[in-house]
Structures are given as C-alpha cells and as structure tokens.
C-alpha cells in the first residue's frame, strides 16, 4: 500500500532564519507549548512544515534587506500554508515601512508609519497594551480587551479589511492583521503571558 | 493674539495627566539581585522551594501579576558572563513576560551573547559614563528599545548628581542633562534610582521623577523608596512615570503584586490585572 503523505504532514513550525533579532525567547514559547518547531534557511525548508513564522526585532528595512539576502522572498509570498509575522516580521509583509522608506513583501496591501513625537507619546511604544479583538481565530479563548506586551517605534495602519485586533497609543492602529493565509502580530505572543500562548497555540491549530 | 494660540496649543497637545490613559498599562516591576548565578537578598515566599534560584523566583512573579522582571549581576568573578549567560537562557526557557539584564555590561559583544540568551533589554550604568558612545553602539546594532539607561542619582548641594557604583562613587554629570543626552545618543528607556530615598521606604522621589519624565519622551521607570503601596499610587499620579521598580517589599511579601494593581486600578491607574 501506498501512503499518500499529504495527509500525513504533522504540525511543525518553521521559523525563517534571517538573522533578524533573536529568538531564544520565541522557541523556549513554543517548546512550553509543546509545538515543535525548526529553521528555514532554504526554499526546500518551506516544504518540510505546516506552519511558517517570520519573527523580526530592530530596524524593517534592515530587516527586509536579510530577508532578500536568503532568495526567499518569492517563495514566501507563494505560501498557502499559515503564515505569522510577529513584531518587525508583520511589518515586512505590509507594503511600505517609513522606517528606512523601505517596499516590504507587499502581501498585506496596508503600511508601516512612524509614531509622530506631535501624537505626544513616549516612543518606543514599549509594554501592555489593551487589545480589541474581532474574534479571529487567531484570538480564539484571547479575552475581550486582554493586554499583549509591544515593543516598536513604527505601526501599522488600521485598515478594517485586513485588520482582525486594534490597540490604541495615541492614535488606533493595527495589532494583527490577516489577509488570506498570512497573518501578523505587532505584540511579542513570546513575551505576553498566557494571552500570548493562546495565540501561538492557535496559530498552530490553523489550517 | 500669539498668546493665545500658543496657549490653545499647548492645550490641546498637553499630556494626559497621568501620562497615557491610552491602553498602555503602567509596569510593575521587581528587581532581583544575582550573584553567582543565584539570587541575593532575603526572599520569603512561603511556597518557594529555592529562594535563591532566580528561574523560580521570576516565574513566581510572573504569575503574580510582574509586568517585567529586572535582573542585576552583582556577580564580580571573571566566570560572571559564562554564569550570567546560562541563568538568562534558564530564565529565558521558563518567563512568559519580558525581562532586563544589568550590571558589568561594557561592550557589544556582552549585550549580543545576552540578547542571544534571550534577554528582552539590557540595562547599562556605569560603562555608559565612562563611554556614552557604547549607549549609541548599542542602540544602532540591537535597536533602541534593546538599551535601558540606569542613572544612580543624588542630591547635593541643590543639584542632582549622577552617581556610580551604588552611589559609592559621585561624578561630575548633572543627572538632568546626563538623561537628556542619553536619549540623543539611542536610549530606549531610562531606570532612575534616588539614592537618598532608597532603602527609606518613604516612597519615591516625585519631585524629580516628574521633572525628568516631562523633560523626555523615552519611558521611564521610577526606583528607589517604595514602602507601601500608596507610593506606587502617587508615583504614577503625581510623577507620570511609565513604571515602578521595587526590591525589598515585594521579595520579603510586605507588597503582593495582585492587591497592588487592584489598589492601582481603583485609583484610576491603567494596569494588567
């Protein structure tokens, strides 16, 4: 008997090794989450998971500038499968960041601003923050206005159709955004407590 | 005629009295020292095993209700970044919430081997005196929000003076302008310790916490003097300070972190519960 193995793919995340910002702290979440997980450094590495993140600290047009580095841009954009940008990472699936004027993956078609010093906020934007929700299923079992940690200087702008939580810092922005199989967090799910497990653990449940 | 603009403007572009009631929580956080690996200093959690293993204290916390946890290396043997590396990757493996590392910080590659061991920031004092290009250094390789500046400071003589080692050591730098440069230079975040109100458990130096928080646009985090819960009130009230460290009353229990935020929120004070 012949197995077919597309229906035998197991849930494993892989995280795009790009050499953007650490992440230590994203695979100790996982592994108390008991998903497990490994690196994609190559376009056949794509292949070998269920479920990609594309994690990101620092600067976005530094960022998107590795990510080219790695030849896989294409493919990434290609992915059917369940796609999550977390913090620097969201922002490189959005069009545009200010932030080093940079043309990102342009898969979610809204862009990255700056939080102006005239919003008369203290930038970075850096601890918990109030987030509503529109009952994704990225946010399933997520309580109503429960709080996630931030840390960024650049924000993503509220567009209704693609955004699925908001949170307010002197204007409303966007605190995830979904368009098709991709999605994308500003917060750290790694460093937001239990809220934060809830995300990375429904995240892996997506299909 | 301009006068009145002017005071429309700064009107409506005043900050909100307690400096963002916007959906950004104020922080609490307890600062643990570490010496070899292990925590010091009395901790009297009744239900701890080890008191003195910082993994297990920070989760601890963490469950409480910390908003961040900050931990200093007091550690002065030359094995201390080896030790100092493995307890934040231990720390890192275990804590759901973000954390700081501080002390004997002095170069880059320090701060990459504890980013790498998954520190959220680190926190520069001393090294930053003696070499304010390393706050710059640091901000431009791991980004701004990697880099806490830590002033020790006390007043003298009608000034504020930035103070090393403890505040064993005074220096020439008005704490004011000392801030302010630091944030030209790529601080994310300033901790400033009153070292004539720490350790008097009279609650925190507002005076000067209001001045330099209106003075920046960086966080800020207030230490030095928390007693009792009503100082962390007035702190955030009187002051506008982003977030509030304490030591002692929150490892000896005479503080717990969940009738602290109940207390902050019936004050009005936006926090997690």
Redesign the interface.
């Known amino acids: 008997m012949i197995l077919d193995t597309k229906y035998l793919i197991l849930i494993m995340i892989g995280i795009v090794n790009y050499g953007a910002?650490?992440i230590?702290?994203l695979t100790?979440?996982l592994?108390?989450q008991n998903i497990t997980y490994g690196m994609v450094n190559t376009e056949t590495d794509l292949d070998k998971y269920s479920h990609i993140i594309i994690p990101g600290?620092?600067?976005a047009g530094a960022a998107m500038k590795k990510l080219e580095q790695t030849g896989l841009v294409g493919a990434i954009k290609a992915l059917k499968k369940p796609v999550l940008g977390i913090c620097v990472g969201m922002q490189l699936i959005t069009e545009h960041s200010e932030e080093g004027d940079a043309e990102l993956l342009g898969i979610v078609p809204v862009k990255t601003k700056k939080f102006e010093?005239?919003l008369?906020?203290?930038?970075?934007?850096?601890?918990?923050?109030?987030v509503e929700h529109k009952n994704n299923s990225l946010f399933e079992g997520v309580e109503d206005n429960a709080?996630f940690?931030f840390?960024?200087?650049y924000f993503i702008e509220y567009n209704p159709t693609f955004d699925i939580a908001s949170?307010?810092?002197?204007l409303k922005f966007s605190a995830a955004v979904q368009k098709d199989n991709f999605y994308g967090v500003q917060f750290?799910p790694?460093?937001?407590?239990?809220a934060?497990?809830h995300i990375l653990k429904n995240f892996s449940n997506l299909s | 005629m301009d006068k009145i603009k002017e005071t429309i403007q700064t009107k409506q572009f005043a900050p909100l009295p307690s400096g963002g009631l916007r959906g950004l929580s104020k922080r609490i956080i307890p600062c643990l020292d570490v010496k070899d690996g292990r925590t010091v200093k009395g901790v009297n959690f009744v239900d701890l095993r080890d008191a003195g293993d910082p993994v297990e204290l920070a989760a601890q916390y963490a469950q409480q209700g910390a908003d961040e946890l900050v931990f200093l290396d007091i550690t002065a043997t030359h094995e201390r970044r080896k030790t100092m590396i493995e307890m934040v990757k231990s720390v890192a493996r275990q804590l759901n919430i973000p954390f700081t590392i501080g002390g004997g910080i002095t170069e880059i590659a320090d701060a990459e081997a504890l980013l790498n061991a998954g520190a959220d920031k680190i926190s520069i004092n001393s090294a930053a005196v003696k070499n304010p290009k390393l706050i710059e250094d640091l901000a431009k390789t791991f980004g701004v929000q990697f880099v806490v500046l830590a002033v020790d400071t006390k007043h003298i003589d009608g000034k504020n003076i930035v103070h090393l080692n403890g505040g064993r050591l005074i220096t020439e730098l008005e704490t004011e302008a000392w801030i302010k440069k630091a944030e030209d230079l790529g601080a994310g975040e300033i901790l400033l310790t009153s070292m004539d109100h720490d350790g008097t458990k009279a609650g925190f130096d507002c005076n000067l916490l209001s001045k330099i928080n209106k003075m920046i646009n960086i966080p800020i985090i207030a230490s030095g003097g928390a007693g009792k819960t009503e100082h962390f009130t007035e702190v955030f009230q009187k002051a506008g300070v982003d977030a509030a460290l304490a030591a002692s009353v929150f490892h000896y229990g005479e503080i717990l972190i969940p009738d602290l935020k109940q207390e902050l929120k019936r004050n009005g004070i936006p926090v997690r519960i």
């Open positions: 910002g650490n230590f702290s100790a979440a592994e108390r600290v620092g600067h010093k005239t008369q906020i203290k930038i970075p934007h850096m601890g918990w923050n109030d709080q940690y840390v960024h200087s949170a307010n810092y002197g750290h790694e460093k937001s407590g239990k934060g497990e």
